[in-house]
């Protein structure tokens, strides 16, 4: 996600006077990475929800307190392995795009493309220009 958004500052920081390290300080400030969301409780009182995440790494939990909790983790964040013929079988590189693996270098390879829309898309542009979602 930080390399997305460092990718999107890089191209079109503005204004220039802003200065990219303050943007990138701003989004580490912001956002909390490698952390999973456990848990929320919402309390009468403070009119607050409090929520209880998990940092992936380290698995120490920390408690969060939010005025607005907005659930936006979509049903399309769990990848959908369609049921091809032969799948379980093929002795070739596959992974599904959620689940992109960094290792797998795209030259000189012959790359089937299972999928349509956006993420279709951004999958190919990613596998030429040797970037990783």
Do not use: C
Not at 67 to 88: F, R, V
Not at 99 to 111: C, G, I, L, T
Request: proline share 4%; net charge neutral; no cysteine.
């Amino acid at each position: 996600m930080l390399e997305y958004w460092e990718g999107l500052i890089d191209r079109y920081r503005k204004p220039p006077s802003f200065g990219l390290e303050l943007i990138r300080q701003e989004l580490n400030d912001t956002f909390m990475f490698n952390t999973e969301y456990k848990s929320s409780k919402w309390s009468d009182a403070s009119q607050t929800h409090t929520l209880t995440l998990s940092n992936s790494e380290t698995k120490e939990e920390t408690n969060l307190e939010a005025e607005i909790l907005i659930s936006a983790n979509g049903p399309l964040s769990t990848p959908q392995i369609p049921g091809i013929a032969g799948l379980q079988s093929f002795k070739g590189i596959k992974f599904h795009n959620l689940r992109w693996d960094k290792n797998v270098d795209f030259s000189s390879k012959r790359v089937a493309v299972i999928g349509n829309g956006s993420s279709a898309v951004q999958l190919i542009v990613s596998a030429i220009s040797g970037r990783s979602l």
